[in-house]
């Protein structure tokens, strides 16, 4: 079955459905990481792992990353008010760039640690066995976290849950590495244990410095994908009474939308003509698309639109 087409996608998640799904989520979460950072960083230390103490210090900053998207939900739920008129929506992406800085400066802080370990590999102790099943049922755990919690935020439609939720399958990857470095030293090569901590180091890094420059795009108005903005053109264009559609422009606010366009009507009809066309316009838009607000403005169709040009120069 073919799917729908943009302009026709369910958008009934209600803001009150969408907080307490990612609060639901994020204690989920919250749990999980609190028992799996006391047993990594325990069995890690007494094993003498480093990689599994890493992989723990990694679980604890899930902890502090959690703490930051029910901070963001809680705030980002707020209505609009005279110093935020157009809501409180970047608060999401606000903590979608927190999280992105707390992965960047774990990811740094394993990679120097990793880095003294590996100038002095006669130091590097066996590692004792009990880390490896700790390694194993941490993959588990956080694989399982990740495949719920990106259900629950494609549901809900969040970017920064979907953050969350690839922060958690990024902790699955490590773990995997983690698991690897610790058979390595089980069989003799040592140096794997803290070049495994290095690998997660830079994993998390890269992680940290992807989402951290997507939400600093997003907060200097980044536009949405040429789809979504067809999609929302299209919408328009059906609209009766629109005849064409230019210049429309687009800007993210959180998970929502800013749209701004011209749209051209028929020169002959009333002015209170042209704004019921705007009014149904506007209102099919929010309808059927994530735009918070739409900003329209009348052209006359086939007529130059003059407000473009530069002003004439006065004469002498």
Partial sequence: MPAPPPEAEDNTISPQEKVAAASRSTWVSVVVNVVLTAVQITVGTLAKSQALVADGIH?????????????????????????HPYGHHRFETAASLALGLIL????????????????????????HGTA???????????????????????R???????????????????????GAGIVGNLAGYPLLDPVAALVVGLMIGKMGWTFGWDALHDLMDRAVDEVEVAAIKRTLL?????????????????????VDAHLEVDAQITVEAGHDITVLARQRVLQHHRVLDLMTHLDPWHRPDLD?????????
Avoid: C
């Fill in 132 to 154: 490896l099943w700790v390694a194993g049922i941490a993959l588990i755990a956080k694989e399982s976290l990740f495949r719920y919690m990106i259900a629950v935020a494609k």
């Fill in 238 to 258: 059906e609209t009766p009474g629109v005849r064409n559609v230019h210049d429309v422009r687009t800007r993210k606010m959180g998970d929502m939308i800013i």
């Fill in 59 to 83: 679980s604890l900053s899930d902890l502090v990353s959690d703490f930051v998207v029910l901070f963001a939900s809680h705030h980002s739920r707020k209505d609009a008010d005279e110093d």
């Fill in 156 to 178: 809900v439609k969040s970017s920064m849950l979907v953050a969350n939720a690839w922060h958690a399958r990024s902790d699955a990857a490590s773990s995997l590495v983690v």
């Fill in 308 to 316: 473009h040009d530069r002003a004439p120069a006065q004469a002498a």
């Fill in 104 to 127: 960047l400066g774990v990811g740094a802080g394993m990679l120097w640690s990793a880095a003294q370990k590996l100038q002095n590999p006669d130091a590097i102790p066996k590692v």
